[in-house]
């Protein structure tokens, strides 16, 4: 049996006898995970790796290993009264059953809940990554205020949530809000869910990344990517595409524009849907996108029909990386009161 590594950060943090709820983020490298108060400060931090190619007992063991060393370690942990669990989809929150996620395949049809509470005899919720992460920005982030919150992460893929009145949008059976695999173009590349044209596959930090090294075989003059790259075509990511922007690379700044003019696009769709009263963007390539967020309302003009498109909020997340664990935390229902 394959035994993850692990490490811890401790945070100085004055003693509490508030509640609080142990939120686990669990991706296809790591499990990750954090004592949450009820305002949504995080505490104190665990994380290791995670057995993803290996048995459900693997993947299982990697969780239950996080938690254990967060509760040893932690003088507050006693006080923790429920685990939320955030991992990737397809997933059924309500029977807490992991169905088959693509970069977790130790998991399929496993039932992460029952197994979790069976363990630490307390109550256990599960949900995806993007409506955790939701949850967290409607309860105690840049959501806060509002009563109807979208949320978009893109990252390696694009994850979307929607918090209406601080509850999850789940549909009859949970696999409500996969606003990344709504097709814009019926033409387009095939995704990875199986569908053609999903917004993911032009505008997720793969996607931008793949874009700009098209660019860079037909016209690299001037360029500084592939020097950022090592002169390794294929080494150019997303991140070294920000970087590039930054220092005024015309390219990596062409590259930018052509995807904030399909998020805009994809986005309008969303507002004339569901109206949401704030677009919340996170996720790895959201930094990068800061500098380009109020472009997307000039984009807007004439597209969308909903009145009130010019007004609406789109700013970005207040957790950034911690959103995962953060949002499992708030699944437990730690922050409702606040």
């Given at each position: 049996m394959a035994v993850p590594s692990m490490k811890t950060d401790k945070l100085s943090v004055p003693q509490s006898k508030d509640f609080f709820a142990v939120g686990v983020d669990v991706g296809g490298t790591k499990v990750a995970a954090a004592l949450v108060d009820s305002t949504g400060q995080i505490r104190f931090r665990s994380r290791s790796?995670?057995?993803?190619?290996?048995?459900?007992?693997?993947?299982?063991?990697?969780?239950?290993?996080?938690?254990?060393?967060?509760?040893?370690?932690?003088?507050?942990?006693p006080d923790f009264r429920a685990i939320g669990i955030c991992a990737p989809g397809p997933l059924?929150?309500?029977?807490?059953?992991?169905?088959?996620?693509?970069?977790?395949?130790?998991?399929?049809?496993?039932?992460?809940?029952?197994?979790?509470?069976?363990?630490?005899?307390?109550?256990?919720?599960?949900?995806?990554?993007?409506n955790a992460a939701a949850l967290a920005?409607?309860?105690?982030?840049?959501?806060?205020?509002?009563?109807?919150?979208?949320?978009?992460?893109?990252?390696?893929?694009?994850g979307t949530g929607i918090v209406f009145d601080g509850r999850i949008l789940h549909g009859a059976s949970g696999a409500a809000g996969?606003?990344?695999?709504?097709?814009?173009?019926?033409?387009?590349?095939?995704?990875?869910?199986?569908?053609?044209?999903?917004?993911?596959?032009?505008?997720?930090?793969?996607?931008?990344?793949?874009?700009?090294?098209?660019?860079?075989?037909?016209?690299?003059?001037?360029?500084?990517?592939?020097?950022?790259?090592?002169?390794?075509?294929?080494?150019?990511?997303?991140?070294?595409?920000?970087?590039?922007a930054a220092k005024g690379d015309r390219l990596a700044l062409s590259v930018i524009e052509e995807v904030v003019e399909i998020l805009a696009y994809w986005l309008g769709n969303i507002v004339d849907l569901i109206e949401p009263d704030v677009v919340i963007v996170g996720g790895g390539?959201?930094?990068?996108?800061?500098?380009?967020?109020?472009?997307?309302?000039?984009?807007?003009?004439?597209?969308?029909?909903?009145?009130?498109?010019?007004?609406?909020?789109i700013i970005l997340s207040s957790y950034a990386d911690d959103a995962g664990v953060t949002g499992a935390a708030a699944l437990c229902g730690i922050g409702s009161s606040q």
């Open positions: 790796n995670m057995v993803a190619n290996g048995t459900a007992s693997d993947g299982l063991d990697a969780v239950v290993l996080t938690v254990r060393k967060l509760i040893c370690e932690s003088a507050l942990a059924n929150p309500d029977a807490g059953i992991v169905i088959n996620p693509p970069n977790v395949p130790c998991w399929r049809n496993y039932p992460l809940v029952a197994e979790v509470a069976r363990i630490f005899q307390v109550p256990v919720k599960l949900d995806n990554d993007a920005e409607a309860t105690w982030g840049a959501g806060r205020s509002y009563r109807s919150v979208f949320y978009v992460g893109i990252g390696t893929g694009i996969e606003g990344g695999h709504m097709g814009i173009d019926m033409r387009g590349p095939r995704c990875k869910c199986g569908k053609r044209g999903c917004v993911e596959v032009f505008a997720s930090g793969p996607a931008l990344a793949g874009r700009m090294r098209q660019k860079l075989q037909a016209d690299h003059e001037g360029s500084t990517l592939l020097g950022l790259s090592g002169g390794d075509l294929e080494g150019v990511t997303a991140e070294l595409v920000g970087q590039a390539v959201a930094p990068m996108l800061a500098a380009y967020l109020d472009g997307i309302y000039k984009r807007w003009q004439g597209a969308c029909i909903n009145p009130r498109a010019q007004v609406i909020p």
